[in-house]
């Protein structure tokens, strides 16, 4: 089955404790992407990866990191989580990066609370 | 920073009713999407209309754009309860140096009463 899937689905951590939100795709996809959604603010972009070590910047990139070592994978690292962190986080790619074929195939989310 | 705004902000209907939401967006784009999301689920693509193209049809979906206006509409007819769910636009304005680019409106939450 085709998927994008993102771990945990639900964590809990404190201020300052390092953390890993695991997304892996199935579909050989180019384009993946990092998002955050909070109420009132929809969904943001953080990061983007166009292809393998290809990484960039989105709308909302300050405290978090990104890799993409292997086209399947794009995890989304926290060096130092804060409480403003808190939210909602999807991962999503599609098959390419250019004008066509943008459909985003998305995954369950990660909510993510940081006390 | 948020290009698409969905209007309403929330819409309640009977089934059986269509229901309207409307997107507005300020640059321009290369499509126009709209997704579908349950209660703290994750989205769901449901149709892509082109910048030039005006209409698209999908099932009970109806999508129109004016590009002119910047401007687009989500219609579904016939509505069921399943249908309850946030409806979100995303416009995609990427170029060939930085790739497809969407960008998300807050979306319109749909309930559909039984």
């Known amino acids: 089955e085709a998927q994008v899937t993102q771990n945990p689905r639900y964590l809990i951590t404190v201020t300052g404790k390092k953390l890993t939100v695991t997304c892996s795709q199935n579909m050989n996809h180019e384009y993946m992407s990092w998002y955050r959604q909070d109420p009132g603010l929809g969904l943001r972009q953080i990061y983007y990866?166009?292809?393998?070590?290809?990484?960039d910047k989105g709308d909302v990139p300050e405290g978090y990191k990104v890799s993409r070592k292997e086209k399947r994978n794009f995890p989304l690292i926290l060096e130092s989580p804060s409480p403003n962190q808190t939210s909602l986080y999807f991962c999503a790619s599609s098959f390419s990066w250019a004008r066509e074929n943008t459909e985003a195939f998305f995954g369950q989310g990660t909510r993510l609370t940081v006390v | 920073s948020q290009q698409g705004e969905e209007d309403p902000q929330a819409l309640s209907i009977q089934e059986g009713e269509n229901a309207t939401m409307n997107c507005s967006y300020k640059t321009s784009i290369n499509n126009l999407q709209w997704y579908r999301q349950n209660s703290g689920r994750g989205l769901v693509h449901l149709i892509l209309?082109?910048?030039?193209?005006r209409e698209k049809h999908s099932g009970r979906l109806r999508v129109t754009l004016d590009t002119s206006k910047k401007s687009s509409s989500l219609l579904i007819t016939a509505s069921r309860a399943a249908d309850t769910a946030s409806y979100f636009c995303a416009t995609d304005a990427g170029e060939e140096t930085s790739g497809s680019r969407l960008t998300f409106g807050e979306g319109t939450q749909l309930t559909v009463n039984p």
């Open positions: 990866s166009m292809n393998v070590e290809v990484t």
């Open positions: 209309i082109r910048s030039n193209e």
